[in-house]
């Protein structure tokens, strides 16, 4: 482990509930290759906007909150913008968590898989894995980039063990095609995900890419109602899998 190592971080967040178990410790990273329609946080899409931080300081901040972490069952989490864009910074940082007795998600579109190397998956307890759309053209034009990359990581991750929660944000119109859904449920039994995280899409992203000056093509898309929501994860649970 090098604690010398520098990276792009955008912000941290010290009491995180919802990018995995328990309370996390999650760190914003910025550089990502997508533009999902969709996207929260597109003031993480360049690493030059945000705030080059070593590996060192980042942990000394984490081990403010260590001993809390552990006790609720949480831990950190990798985030972004897209964690895999900074591979060493995340290793680095994992193994310095890992050193601590933290548990640790990786929070990633699964596009860069590819630069994921064994050593920072050693040190990763559980991949979040977001797979933006289940048809390839669809995926295309959601997030401007091509599927096949992710689903290979997907398969590497299952090859290994790597315990994985699939997220799937369901945005009307583009994601809840419910052949697509079903397709996806079945691929995602067959890699023995753990979990399913059914994302509702929402628009508390829209004020940052209007500052941002960046044409949010969603404007006139409405959050799923909760019986198309409840519909879809009846179709992961149907083929045996965990949802929230």
């Keep these: 482990m090098s604690v010398n190592v520098e990276g792009y971080v955008h912000s941290v967040e ?18 990502c290759h997508l533009r999902c329609l969709y996207c929260h946080n597109p003031d993480t899409w360049h690493m030059k906007d945000a705030k080059k931080t070593g590996v060192a300081h980042l942990l000394n901040e984490v081990l403010l ?82 599927l096949t990359p992710t689903l290979r990581f997907a398969e590497r991750l299952a090859e290994i063990g790597k315990p994985t929660w699939l997220r799937y944000v369901l945005v009307p119109g583009w994601t809840d095609n419910l052949e697509h859904v079903t397709e996806l449920a079945a691929y995602a039994a067959k890699l023995k995900m753990e979990k399913v995280e059914v994302l509702p899409f929402h628009k508390m ?20 109602a909760p019986e198309l929501i409840a519909h879809v994860k009846e179709i992961f649970v149907s083929h045996g899998l965990k949802t929230v």
């Design 65 to 146: 909150y260590a001993h809390y972490l552990k006790r609720t069952g949480g831990g950190v989490t990798c985030t972004g913008g897209e964690p895999l864009a900074q591979p060493d910074f995340v290793t680095a940082f994992f193994q310095g968590c890992k050193a601590m007795g933290l548990h640790t998600a990786l929070d990633t579109n699964g596009f860069l898989g590819d630069h994921a190397t064994d050593a920072l998956l050693d040190a990763t307890d559980l991949v979040l894995l977001d797979i933006k759309a289940w048809d390839p053209g669809v995926y295309k034009s959601l997030t401007g980039a091509e």
């Design 14 to 31: 010290t009491g995180g509930a919802v990018d995995g178990p328990g309370l996390r410790f999650v760190v914003f990273l910025s550089g």
């Design 205 to 224: 992203g829209e004020p940052k890419w209007e500052a941002l000056k960046l044409p949010y093509q969603l404007k006139d898309t409405q959050p799923p």
